[in-house]
């Protein structure tokens, strides 16, 4: 699986460190395993012919060549890595391997005689180094729009070629993580997380509430946010973006903004408006779990573009749940939540007009009321609540697997693994304000010869509270 790493100015600084000990002394036998030149002697085997810093100088020529600007950060890294279970892979095989990816990340097209220059550095048995300088030898800039998809789609080449594990398709859905100097700065500020991860939780929980553009700009602006618009020619609102008070660039002469799609996937605006139902009125919170069981029975039927807006609709649903939860399993409803992000993010194309997803969008709205509800029901209409959510998540996952998408079938399995706890936590007060629980699990039943192959039932799920007399099940 190749990882685009951080890009930096010292070529002859990287070297050292793919050539050296390693932090915790874990590089073992560092040496050359390909690069543009066929012929290039290993500095770590061939000391007498090659040095770090000859090799460094080399790498470096054609940017210093550069009759124009130089790039501000010219020097391209990425890992490329097997799984554990893999086999070991030979220097020859890696160096097939190090020539596909630069010729797919368009560093080294195959053939071209003035491409990049660089090189392939193993110090591991399970991964290599390629190390780059991003100006060309005829004294060009490289295209390297996109070099990460591609690099991607010539590793599942590879791996169904040698027979090595699948990694998970690159289907563009995974989560903005935030970059090394935004985990550094916030550390600097003394804040707990990056401002990135602060706003797109901000964000999604403003997006999931929302029942308009207004509505959700102005949920925004309540929670602290600087929200910036922007129009089209015709001053028609087409984007957004937002930045956290006192997060300045720039030495503080400006906010940095981030767009909703730089968030995430799903938080650009167009995404955003799709989740909006103003129609749909509040029920109370024993009608929400009620809504939210059918819904799930729904989703173990529903094909692909149904499914892909369903889920979307079920991650919406998890989000507000969080926020309306009793304190004693919020935090767990809202790692649940987090970690259900990206199975909410279906691949491909998508419809908004499954029934799972209308149950879903239902139970959201009457969720906005589950703090008044939920003190008149306790415990065991939070237990209710909870175990529906786990059912839901649960036909999500096999929805998910059902499709082929392992990225988002992990992330729906973790979610339904913290659902559990939290239901596990609100089953002990649920048990002594109600005598008459008895255990029961119910199982969403797909039609036959439609929809997923359900996974095993649920375990580890406490009691449910059996309904009383005059309340439907």
Not at 28 to 47: F, K, N, S
Not at 119 to 129: Q, Y
Not at 263 to 283: C, K, M, N, Q, T
Not at 326 to 342: N, S
Request: aromatic share 4%; with cysteine.
């Amino acid at each position: 699986m190749p990882k685009k790493a951080r890009g930096g100015t010292a070529t002859a600084d990287l070297l050292a460190y793919l050539y050296g000990p390693g932090n915790h002394e874990e590089h073992t036998d560092p040496h050359l395993v390909g690069g543009w030149d066929p012929d290039l002697p290993c500095p770590a085997r061939t000391p007498d012919r090659m040095t770090l810093s000859d090799l460094g100088l080399l790498l470096d020529a054609p940017v210093a060549a550069l009759p124009g600007p130089r790039p501000a950060e010219h020097v391209w890294h990425a890992a490329v890595r097997n799984a554990p279970d893999d086999r070991v892979l030979s220097d020859t095989e890696w160096a097939e391997v190090a020539a596909e990816m630069v010729a797919a990340a368009g560093i080294a097209p195959h053939g071209d005689e003035h491409a990049c220059r660089w090189v392939a550095v193993r110090h591991a048995p399970d991964h290599i180094h390629i190390v780059a300088t991003l100006a060309r030898q005829d004294g060009r800039h490289p295209r390297l729009r996109g070099d990460i998809p591609r690099m991607h789609t010539a590793a599942r080449a590879f791996e169904a070629r040698w027979g090595l594990e699948a990694m998970s398709p690159l289907d563009r859905t995974a989560r903005r993580a935030p970059a090394t100097g935004e985990k550094e700065k916030a550390t600097r500020r003394g804040l707990a997380e990056p401002a990135r991860e602060t706003l797109q939780r901000t964000v999604r929980e403003a997006a999931a509430h929302a029942t308009g553009t207004t509505d959700f700009l102005t949920r925004l602006r309540d929670a602290g946010l600087r929200v910036r618009e922007h129009h089209d020619q015709h001053g028609a609102l087409d984007g957004y973006a937002v930045a956290l008070p006192g997060d300045r660039a720039d030495g503080g002469s400006r906010p940095v903004w981030f767009s909703g799609r730089t968030l995430a996937y799903d938080l650009s605006l167009p995404r955003v408006r799709e989740r909006f139902e103003p129609g749909i009125s509040p029920e109370n919170l024993n009608g929400a779990h009620d809504r939210i069981r059918l819904a799930a029975a729904l989703l173990t039927r529903a094909g692909r573009l149904e499914g892909a807006g369903d889920v979307a609709a079920l991650g919406d649903l998890l989000v507000v749940a969080a926020a309306t939860s009793p304190p004693a399993v919020r935090e767990k409803v809202r790692a649940a939540a987090a970690a259900f992000e990206q199975a909410a993010r279906a691949p491909g194309a998508r419809t908004l007009q499954g029934a799972a997803r209308a149950g879903f969008k239902a139970a959201t709205r009457a969720l906005e009321r589950a703090p008044q509800t939920a003190r008149g029901g306790g415990a065991p209409a939070v237990l209710n609540l909870l175990i529906a959510l786990v059912e839901a998540v649960e036909a999500a996952t096999a929805w998910h697997r059902a499709q082929d998408h392992r990225a988002q079938t992990g992330a729906a399995a973790q979610a339904a693994v913290l659902l559990r706890e939290a239901a596990t936590l609100t089953s002990t007060s649920a048990r002594t304000t109600t005598p008459r629980t008895v255990p029961r699990t119910v199982r969403v039943m797909p039609t036959a010869g439609r929809g997923p192959t359900l996974p095993p039932p649920v375990t580890g799920v406490p009691p449910r509270p059996h309904p009383g007399p005059g309340r439907s099940r």
